[in-house]
Nanobody
Framework: VQLQASGGGLVRPEGSLKLSCAATGLTFSSYTVAWFRQDSEKGREFVAVLSQNGYTAVYADSVKGRFTISRDDAKNIVNLQMNSLKTEDTAVYFC?????????????????WGQGTLVTVSS
């Protein structure tokens, strides 16, 4: 199983960025998908999770209303659209998947992780 995250970069405050994570080696539609992030000071924190059927999304309070998680099971991709970015959104973003049909916010419940993509929000 491999998860390949992409789309990170440098963006100004209030800008937008779209992250993607391509999965191979698994039946993608059978997995709950999520994004986490980690900066230099904090541990890995939950950002968003999307259910296996794509109908239920849960977001961290800090990104609610600004970020949108989506999935394309035909292409085995999970996306994170990030709008109105803030400097505090600067972090390495990781995609993760779990076979559990549950909107988990803890890292321990996830089976596979991508390598991370760096998002820097700065003027």
């Amino acid at each position: 199983v491999q998860l390949q995250a992409s789309g990170g970069g440098l963006v100004r405050p209030e800008g937008s960025l779209k992250l993607s994570c391509a999965a191979t080696g698994l039946t993608f539609s059978s997995y709950t998908v999520a994004w986490f992030r980690q900066d230099s000071e904090k541990g890995r924190e939950f950002v968003a999770v999307l259910s296996q059927n794509g109908y239920t999304a849960v977001y961290a309070d800090s990104v609610k209303g600004r970020f949108t998680i989506s999935r394309d099971d035909a292409k085995n991709i999970v996306n994170l659209q990030m709008n109105s970015l803030k400097t505090e959104d600067t972090a390495v973003y990781f995609c993760a998947v779990t076979h559990r049909n549950s909107a988990m916010k803890t890292t321990s419940g996830y089976d596979y992780w991508g390598q991370g993509t760096l998002v820097t929000v700065s003027s």
